[in-house]
């Protein structure tokens, strides 16, 4: 099976990444994690990374200032070198600019915990529960120019259960992402025009999965 050469650009812990190498250490995946790239020398998914054994790269955003082209042009560089075919985001907390996100249009997706197109941004599960929403989780889409607006390749949904705090509701939609963004990985890389099986509901499980995959812009 040929895999493509996906890198995989994180900010912090990583826990989205280490399904990515759980999925490509079956020998299953259609992928291959050919480099993990951080903006912060300090995140933790670059452990993640050289445990796996697979080759890492920081790109601190902090020199660059407001040249955020400049910043971008370094990431790319990276990327070119370690010949990548495919970006995904996991965790990735700087916001592209509309040249970077061009070069890889159709070959970037991003997750996203929330139910997009509700919640975009930041503090995702405290809105929800501040909106009073009963079904909460996490999208997987194509990264286009607007933050968080790209056509949506997966979501799975968890309940809010009475309760909750923003703590325990990001751990349910957590797991729901963990479940989500390699399935949706592998059918992006593959550009399958496939709808997704959907999740069995179960306690503390994603109870609905709405897969089709969007065509890639
Ligand atoms: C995840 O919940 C991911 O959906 C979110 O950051 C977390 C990273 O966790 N991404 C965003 O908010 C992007 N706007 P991880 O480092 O353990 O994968």
């Keep these: 099976m040929s895999r493509t050469r996906v890198g995989v650009l994180i900010s912090g812990r990583g826990s989205n990444l280490q399904t990515l190498l759980d999925a490509q250490a079956t020998g299953q995946a259609p992928f291959e994690i050919a480099l993990v790239l951080s903006n912060d020398p300090a995140a933790g998914g670059l452990d993640r990374a050289l445990r796996a054994g697979v080759e890492t790269a920081i790109v601190d955003h902090k020199p660059f200032g407001k040249n955020r082209a400049a910043f971008e042009d370094a990431m790319h560089a990276a990327l070119t070198e370690h010949a990548i075919e495919f970006v995904a985001l996991a965790g990735f907390m700087r916001v592209l600019t509309p040249g970077f996100v061009a070069r890889w249009a159709g070959r970037m997706i991003n997750i996203h915990p929330s139910l997009l197109p509700s919640f975009p941004g930041l503090h995702t599960h405290a809105r929800a529960l501040e909106a009073g929403v009963k079904l909460h989780g996490c999208t997987v889409h194509w990264v286009s120019d607007g933050v968080d607006e790209g056509a949506i390749i997966g979501q ?60 890639a812009p």
């Design 156 to 215: 799975a949904a968890v309940p809010v259960k009475p309760g909750d705090t923003p703590d325990t509701l990001a751990a349910r939609v957590l797991r729901a992402e963990h479940q989500l963004f390699p399935m949706c990985l592998a059918l992006a890389v593959q550009g399958r025009s496939a709808q997704v099986r959907g999740f069995g509901p179960r306690d503390d499980a994603p109870l609905l999965l709405n897969g089709w995959l969007a065509d």
